[in-house]
């Protein structure tokens, strides 16, 4: 039986499939499948954590247009009814009462698990993409020949707000920053109640993928409708994350818990990722 394995460390955050199990159990083969460079079945294998350093924890806002920052220089906090999966804590403060969700890991509502530590840990060097001296989601590829972590929440009553996304996915956008100076192609990988996949790969300016960024160590800004993610028949519904419990009833061995989005890098490269969230722009 595989196992979970969970490491505590600092500012490099780390990444299970569809339906997660405690961190004691073996993992749920329920949807979230693996890297299309691993050789085996759709089990996603162990998980390894380390958790949140900057990123903050579950504390939730009601949503709407009051209250944030509202007159940003970047457009993308300039938004309202945010569903925050990445972000530093400076950046969050501007927008806090702006939130929904906040499914940013904390090791408690949601884990950051690494599937059979197939990626390392990299470093945070320099400002984040919004400028602040803060950490963000940096990854190094491993030796194993393929590469997978998900953001698997255990709060009930997170996952059933994201509901109101699928329903209405004309009005919301999912928004991340990358950089890197490899060729790797990251595939992000939204799973729905029954665990089947919708993706968004991320490739360069030659590979020919939809979405790409520029190789040259800058943070690049990609921006997708969630219609794209809807239309490969993404559907959040109620009773998302079966097992799942109510926040006040989250203990430190969760029940349930849904892979919102995983990550997959492929065979080699590194992953540095940060202002990950979907939200409703300004019009």
């Not at 028949?233 to 892979?259: C, I, K, R």
Request: charged share 15%; aromatic share 10%; glycine share 14%.
């Amino acid at each position: 039986m595989k196992k979970f394995l969970s490491i505590f460390a600092a500012v490099a955050l780390v990444f299970a499939m569809a339906s997660c199990e405690e961190p004691v159990e073996e993992p749920n083969n329920n949807g979230g499948g693996n890297n299309t460079e691993q050789p085996g079945g759709n089990e996603g294998g162990g998980n390894t954590e380390q958790p949140g350093g900057n990123e903050g924890g579950n504390t939730e806002q009601p949503g709407g247009n009051e209250g944030g920052n509202t007159d940003s220089d970047y457009a993308c906090l300039n938004g309202s009814d945010y569903y925050l999966i990445s972000m530093d804590a400076v950046t969050y403060e501007s927008i806090k009462n702006k939130v929904v969700a906040d499914i940013r890991t904390d090791d408690y509502n949601t884990h950051l698990w690494i599937w059979d530590n197939t990626y390392v840990a990299g470093s945070c060097s320099g400002p984040n993409y919004f400028g602040e001296v803060e950490g963000w989601i940096s990854l190094n590829v491993g030796t194993i020949g393929w590469s997978g972590a998900g953001f698997c929440c255990y709060n009930a009553d997170t996952l059933a707000k994201l509901t109101t996304i699928t329903t209405s996915p004309a009005d919301y956008t999912f928004h991340i920053a990358l950089k890197s100076q490899d060729d790797a192609v990251h595939t992000l990988v939204f799973y729905s109640n029954d665990g089947s996949e919708s993706k968004i790969e991320i490739g360069t300016p030659t590979s020919g993928h939809v979405y790409n960024y520029e190789r040259n160590g800058e943070w690049c800004e990609i921006e997708v409708p969630m219609t794209y993610l809807t239309g490969q028949g993404l559907l959040w519904a109620p009773g998302l994350g079966a097992g799942s419990v109510a926040g006040d009833n989250v203990t430190t061995t969760p029940t349930g818990g849904h892979n919102v989005m995983a990550v997959l890098s492929g065979a080699t490269g590194a992953l540095n990722l940060d202002a990950c969230f979907i939200y409703k722009p300004a019009k």
